[in-house]
């Protein structure tokens, strides 16, 4: 019986090592890593508030400026969609899905862009993200949808997630002003 139970001991074992042996190579093979931070909140969107009378859209927004994409040197290229961009209340239709958004354009908007492995891009521009109900103050955390191309991808927020986030009209002007590196 001893010799046994050191048999499936060192049996045991040698899966577990294993495992993490395949668990850790697995993990070292694409991680790209999506740097954001959320700059403000919106209920309403107004594309021309000096205008008279004002042309409103409602709808929960939150807007978030994309830092940094960084692709490992091991990965494979990453091409990276503003529209994938959503938040864990919504499934899909993130990035630019509103009906607004084709009047919000400036150089500040987030572009689609391919991320070479071993290469990182920076201050990437904005996206507005719906939320599902009213953005109110709330901290929101970014998700990526991965599965079109079976990408490995990792979000990080920056800033605290306790903070209440400023609740502002978007309007051209807005989009310009809170989407600065």
Sequence with gaps: MPNLTRGLIHRLALYAVLAS???LTACTQHP???HYAQRVNSDLFDSDPTGSPH?????GNSLFYITKIENPANGKPFNFKSSRLFVSNQSNGGGWSQSWAFSAVGPWRA???SVAPGTSKTNLGCVAVPVGAEAKKFAYFMLYDSAPENDSVL???EGPAEANVEDVLLSPGAFAAH???
């Design 179 to 181: 989407c600065q590196p």
């Design 55 to 59: 042309t409103t859209t409602g709808g």
């Design 155 to 157: 979000l990080t927020r």
């Design 111 to 113: 572009k689609d862009v």
């Design 32 to 34: 790209v890593i999506i």
């Design 21 to 23: 042996v395949i668990g």
